[in-house]
T-cell receptor, first 111, second 113 residues
Framework: KQEVTQIPAALSVPEGENLVLNCSFT??????LQWFRQDPGKGLTSLLL?????REQTSGRLNASLDKSSGRSTLYIAASQPGDSATYLC??????????FGKGNQVVVIP | DAGVTQSPTHLIKTRGQQVTLRCSPK?????VSWYQQALGQGPQFIFQ???????QRGNFPDRFSGHQFPNYSSELNVNALLLGDSALYLC????????????FGSGTRLTVV
């Protein structure tokens, strides 16, 4: 079964600190992994997409890594800001036309 | 460049009723997937449509059905609504056979009372 786990479920950090969010997946035969941001009651905004052949992707203050052998991806957010407060979801694609999502990391950045 | 558009944004229905949700994919995308997200949970795959046919289905009962139109837009229908169907319904579009990820809409919040 293709399961995705995100730990911790919730975390709070002071403004300016770096955020590290972890995502684990059970099946290493992954096509790609996508990180999303979700604000309360809203849809999903794609942040980064890492292909299986890549080890990391960067966009501004965001960096995501992918380690297929260990079944892990990490999202780094540098110098966190209150506007970064949201739920971050990772989703694994196995080429079977569906995404397997974790439950998300709910982040609060304290001013 | 219009992204994925979903309507309506909010909906309240009574148990036993039927509901139809609508989705227009991102320009250039030909594949539409539907997900259900309960409060505090990750989205769960309902089904995917491509070339006007249901290509794959998740673990949802037959009360959930869908349709894709020639212009790639899609509808999700839910019959005999249950309280447990209350959730955020998300539509995602993609380009078939590509590996460029999915684009999600803002969702429809369905409340069943």
């Amino acid at each position: 079964k293709q399961e995705v786990t995100q730990i911790p479920a919730a975390l709070s950090v002071p403004e300016g600190e770096n955020l590290v969010l972890n995502c684990s997946f059970t099946d290493s035969a992954i096509y790609n992994l996508q990180w999303f941001r979700q604000d309360p009651g809203k849809g999903l905004t794609s942040l980064l997409l890492i292909q299986s052949s890549q080890r990391e992707q960067t966009s501004g203050r965001l960096n995501a890594s992918l380690d297929k052998s260990s079944g892990r991806s990490t999202l780094y957010i540098a110098a966190s800001q209150p506007g970064d407060s949201a739920t971050y979801l990772c989703a694994a694609s196995y080429g079977n036309n569906r995404l397997a999502f974790g439950k998300g990391n709910q982040v609060v950045v304290i001013p | 460049d219009a992204g994925v558009t979903q309507s309506p944004t909010h909906l309240i229905k009574t148990r036993g009723q039927q509901v139809t949700l609508r989705c227009s994919p991102k320009s250039g995308h030909d594949t539409v997937s539907w997900y259900q997200q309960a409060l505090g949970q990750g989205p769960q795959f309902i089904f995917q449509y491509y070339e006007e046919e249901e290509r794959q289905r998740g673990n949802f009962p037959d009360r959930f059905s869908g349709h894709q139109f020639p212009n790639y837009s899609s509808e999700l229908n839910v019959n005999a609504l249950l309280l447990g169907d209350s959730a955020l319904y998300l539509c995602a579009s993609s380009l078939d056979r590509s590996n460029y990820g999915y684009t999600f809409g803002s969702g429809t919040r369905l409340t069943v009372v």
